[in-house]
């Protein structure tokens, strides 16, 4: 394949699961930024989940039978990226970890993992890339979603990023860095604890007083989201890339709550 | 103490709505984690003592031999005593033994977690010893009949009402409601309980190799009570605590404070070595340690070695929201939050404590602020393996993931069934969300499903750029 010299990258787009069935949206925006930002971006059709459930849940053979499937999908493309700071911190770190003792997979998880970027710090750490002419009229307070700010030091760049936004104004929630109670299946195996760390969360978000709360992945802003809808709070919900794109005008997730009845 | 770690779900559910529980769990939690983040901004090199302490912890652990026998023969030639036991039974009946044959009618006791481990004041009191714990938390804990629900809080679980409460029942009143009342009530009862005291037992926070000495920090000054007014003294600890040198020690003593309470340094640290000497205006006849194995050597041989590095801070619990939210009695046995969740499968045995290393969102907050860097959320994932490879996962659980492996390693299938249920969430939906959802109630019920828009991005995709 010829490259013309002024062509960008070529990223494979990781779907997510919950992108790809609750928030197409949030593939939209990440495929309006990278082009933006010069890419050349396509999303390969043989993909489907990280493996993360099965590595979480001790299934480490599960894991590893789709972490092949991510190899082979991604592994001809200059980087694979994704709109989610947990299935890339999968691939970046549990990839070689999973294939530590099989000298034919572990280069190729190696060099997956090299290339794999979560999109906010892709777009901040190797393009350089600021969001262009995006406009966003509100207060947002930003989540800062376990496994991008811990496994892969996401915390300044979407901050930064957002800063970028005409007519935004960030408010810093406290305890932005306290994990919401997703947690994948526990939200759903252990609910009452789940309950008590989200309805630690949303008192947190309303506090700020902020109409809108953005973070990394969706997993986490599902369930704020689901929350903040239960508890009748008229916060809209949305993925950072939603906002950085342009492409946080229709409803949040969860729909927009009812201002009032 | 005996293990209830299989009741974990509904100690959670209970302790949730718990009010005293939670009124004491938000005040400490906070308490310690601003503290802790105050005193790690004022000490510029605390990252690297971390990473200092982790590989000299890794090297203690990887010439253990040499060190514990280096520390017996210190200890011996300070005429001390060193008594091995491979597990609880066998450091019960050492213990025993001892105060038996001192006839001990009162002991008293520092705070340490490895007699909480071996069940050390039930055996003392079967035999007819009054046993008095000095340290404030514990003595609370005592007076409740309970266990202690964190490894440096033990009482944290307490209001102060609740201690008013106590104290008034325990003794006679009349019943005060201030703080400095209520510890000045304490410490008149518990000082005559030292002069009393024919054993007085300890933990270990560190034992030098080098000196023989052993290590306690207390910020009520209880331990140096109980080690010098006793006839006897024994430490009790892990063996994993020992370090090479008092400069070794020196290292741990900076990370252990901060960590733990968010102070520079305890008010007491006490080093002590061996009995009484001649020219020594006080301290006691006889000095013993004795080093616990239970389950420690067999984690040394194998892949949970780096839990051995814990020096017992307790910073895991202190920003695990999951022990913020249930607090430590939740777990079951003596080691609460995740450095428990660790120690408590490993010593009491997997399907003892299934729920232990599950209930867990892996956040990673307890590995971030861990002074000597346990990976406490990977050790917690590899209990999950080791459960799904002896089949104490659930069935259910296990017939899950092995649908969910055949389905998703079919991306064709895959793409299918998340079109469907994409449309199908999408039109059982209400303004936006499901608020109730028969096969996933453990989501409905505590917040609303958001809804899908109908069609997957993948679908959407091909429609639009018509790629393959």
């Given at each position: 394949m010829t490259e013309s010299p002024t062509r960008g990258p070529r990223v494979g787009l990781f779907a997510t699961c919950l992108m790809n069935v609750f928030r197409p949206n949030v593939g939209f925006s990440a495929v309006k930024l990278l082009e933006d930002a010069g890419c050349t971006v396509e999303v390969p059709a043989n993909q489907t989940c990280c493996g993360q459930p099965g590595y979480n849940s001790g299934d480490y053979d599960a894991a590893r039978a789709l972490a092949r499937q991510v190899i082979e999908a991604f592994e001809n493309y200059d980087y694979i990226v994704g709109p989610s700071g947990s299935c890339m911190a999968t691939i970046r770190h549990d990839y070689p970890v999973l294939f530590q003792d099989d000298p034919v997979w572990l280069p190729r998880a190696q060099a997956l993992s090299e290339k794999s970027w979560e999109l906010l710090s892709f777009l901040a750490d190797v393009l350089h890339a600021a969001p262009s002419d995006s406009r966003y009229e509100g207060t947002v307070t930003y989540h800062d979603s376990c496994s991008g700010l811990r496994g892969l030091g996401i915390k300044g760049q979407p901050r930064a990023l957002l800063g970028e936004v005409d007519g935004l104004k960030l408010k810093e929630m406290e305890d932005s860095e306290v994990c919401c109670g997703f947690g994948g299946t526990f939200c759903v195996k252990y609910p009452e604890i789940s309950e008590k760390m989200v309805e630690d969360k949303v008192r947190n978000v309303l506090a700020t007083g902020a109409d809108t709360l953005v973070g990394g992945d969706l997993g986490c802003l599902m369930n704020i989201a689901g929350r903040l809808k239960r508890v009748n709070a008229p916060v809209k919900v949305f993925h950072t890339a939603e906002v950085l794109a342009g492409l946080a005008d229709g409803p949040g997730l969860a729909g927009a709550a009812k201002e009032s009845e | 103490m005996e293990i209830r770690s299989k009741e974990f779900k509904q100690r959670s559910v209970f302790a949730i709505h718990d009010a005293n529980l939670q009124t004491a769990l938000g005040r400490a939690r906070y308490g310690f984690v601003g503290k802790r983040a105050l005193q790690v901004a004022e000490l510029p090199e605390f990252e690297r003592l971390r990473e200092e302490a982790k590989n000299t912890k890794n090297h203690i652990l990887d010439n253990l031999d040499h060190y514990l026998e280096r520390y017996e023969a210190a200890v011996t030639a300070a005429g001390g005593h060193v008594h091995w036991a491979r597990d609880a039974e066998e450091a019960r009946k050492i213990i025993l033994d001892i105060c038996k044959r001192v006839d001990a009618k009162t002991v008293t006791k520092g705070k340490s977690m490895v007699s909480e481990e071996i069940g050390l004041n039930e055996a003392l009191i079967e035999n007819g010893m009054e046993v008095v714990e000095t340290d404030l938390g514990e003595y609370i804990i005592q007076l409740a009949h309970e266990p202690p629900s964190h490894i440096i809080a033990p009482a944290v679980h307490k209001t102060k009402d609740q201690v008013s409460d106590l104290f008034e029942a325990a003794h006679?009143?009349?019943?005060?409601?201030?703080v400095p009342d209520l510890v000045n009530e304490a410490r008149l009862v518990l000082r005559d309980k030292y002069f009393k005291a024919d054993v007085g037992i300890t933990g270990g926070n560190f034992l030098v190799a080098e000196t023989g000495s052993s290590i306690i920090v207390t910020n009520e000054g209880n331990g140096d009570l109980t080690q010098t007014l006793a006839k006897v003294h024994i430490v009790t600890s892990g063996i994993e605590r020992v370090v090479p040198t008092l400069d070794d020690a020196t290292l741990f003593l900076r990370l252990l404070a901060r960590s733990a309470t968010g102070q520079e340094t305890e008010t007491y640290t006490t080093i002590s070595t061996g009995p009484r000497r001649a020219e020594d205006l006080d301290g006691p006849e006889e000095y013993h340690v004795v080093l616990v194995d239970n389950g420690r050597s067999k984690m040394l041989a194998g892949r949970f070695k780096e839990m051995l590095r814990c020096i017992r801070c307790g910073a895991c619990m202190n920003h695990c929201p999951v022990y913020g939210a249930v607090g430590g009695h939740a777990y079951g046995w003596v080691y609460p939050g995740p450095m428990g969740s660790v120690l408590t499968p490993l010593i009491k045995g997997l399907d003892n404590a299934y729920d232990l290393p599950n209930a867990c969102t892996l956040n990673g907050r307890c590995a971030s602020v861990c002074p000597v860097k346990i990976p406490l959320p990977d050790l917690l994932r590899e209990l999950r393996h080791m459960q799904h490879q002896q089949d104490i996962t659930p069935v259910m659980q296990k017939r899950a993931l092995k649908v969910w492996r055949y389905v998703a390693t079919r991306p064709k299938l895959y793409h299918a069934l998340e079109q469907v249920g994409a449309r199908f969430l999408s039109a059982i939906a209400k303004n936006g969300s499901i608020r109730r959802l028969p096969l996933a109630s453990g989501w409905t019920d505590v917040r609303d499903l958001p809804a899908p828009a109908g069609r997957t991005f993948l679908e959407l995709w091909q429609g639009k750029r018509g790629q393959k």
């Open positions: - | 006679g009143g009349p019943r005060k409601t201030e």
